[in-house]
């Protein structure tokens, strides 16, 4: 009960300040620039700030040392995921406009903007390296696999196997890499920069949060009416996911703060990219924009309730 009413008041304070966001849409104070101008700044600066900061902060060397058997864990279950909702997807005779985006919606979840905030809030900062581990392998498959999947959906375009790499100069990729090293090699940083580093990193919350309610306002409440697909993806995204974590989880040997953090960092809503791609080449915006919405608001049910089985 301790665990559930915890995770009720973190859900609470999160969806207090995506609300927020909804409202500063509805008044009319955020509009598409001001969109545009959040997202970039939190993927091109903060969200790396972040990176660095955290893994500094909360990782050691001996940690480093067992990144590998951990990153294992959010590898494999995104490999298995995308095969099971594509047998999934056949299964429920998904059209091929949507195929590609459903696959993704069930197979990676939203790592960042609101899985990052969502573990802090219930673990405390100390869970940021294992945060940072499942967001790398979930990066990996969205700027590849997930990306070619929903071109695959619009257009039935070739795989230009360049393009896929591109995710290695992201920043926020970058960041983490960068956090690494510095943390491999022992790097000191100054003081001054660690406080700027800092100071950046308590923006990414909730300037991601308020992001997120203007998405769902974009969308708007009105135009959510989920279909038998929808259904299947959301169980899919929050029953099965977690269920396939806990298992490999236990597979590896990871326990603790690492196995919590990476089984709610996968219940987490549907990464933001599939929208933004969606868009832009061609595929079911609409279905991908209500997968969005409609994962962001169940994921305040369901993250109290799988809190009590952690």
């Not at 995770?7 to 545009?36: F, N, P, Q, R």
């Not at 951990?70 to 195929?99: D, G, I, K, Q, Y």
């Not at 992201?170 to 960068?178: C, D, E, K």
């Amino acid at each position: 009960m301790e665990a559930f009413l915890h995770a009720l008041a973190s859900v609470m304070i999160i969806l207090l300040l995506t609300a927020t966001g909804y409202l500063c849409g509805a008044k009319g104070w955020i509009k598409a620039e001001g969109k545009a101008f959040i997202s970039r700044f939190l993927l091109s600066l903060a969200v790396p700030c972040m990176c660095i900061y955290g893994l500094r902060s909360n990782l050691t060397r001996e940690m480093v040392a067992d990144s590998l058997r951990m990153l294992a864990v959010p590898f494999l279950c995104n490999a298995v995921s995308f095969l099971l909702s594509w047998a999934l997807a056949r299964l429920l005779r998904v059209s091929a406009r949507r195929r590609g985006v459903f696959m993704v919606m069930c197979s990676l979840s939203n790592a960042m903007f609101i899985g990052y905030t969502m573990c802090v809030e219930l673990f405390g900062s100390e869970c940021v390296p294992y945060v940072m581990l499942y967001y790398l392998a979930n990066t990996c498959f969205t700027q590849t696999l997930a990306m070619w999947l929903i071109r695959r959906s619009a257009a039935e375009e070739k795989m230009d196997w360049r393009q896929t790499l591109r995710f290695l100069r992201s920043p926020t990729v970058l960041g983490v890499f960068a956090g690494f090293l510095i943390v491999l090699l022992d790097i000191s940083i100054p003081s001054f920069l660690m406080s700027y580093l800092r100071y950046m990193s308590n923006v990414v919350s909730p300037l991601a949060l308020l992001l997120t309610g203007y998405i769902i306002y974009e969308i708007g409440l009105a135009q959510l009416r989920p279909d038998h697909t929808m259904a299947a993806m959301l169980a899919f995204r929050f029953l099965f996911s977690p269920a396939l974590y806990v298992l490999c989880c236990a597979l590896f040997g990871i326990q603790g703060l690492a196995r919590n953090t990476f089984i709610v960092e996968s219940a987490m809503p549907v990464v933001s990219q599939t929208v933004v791609a969606a868009a832009q080449y061609g595929a079911d915006e609409r279905f991908a924009a209500e997968g969005a919405a409609l994962s962001t608001l169940a994921s305040f049910l369901v993250i109290p309730v799988l809190m009590v089985f952690l």
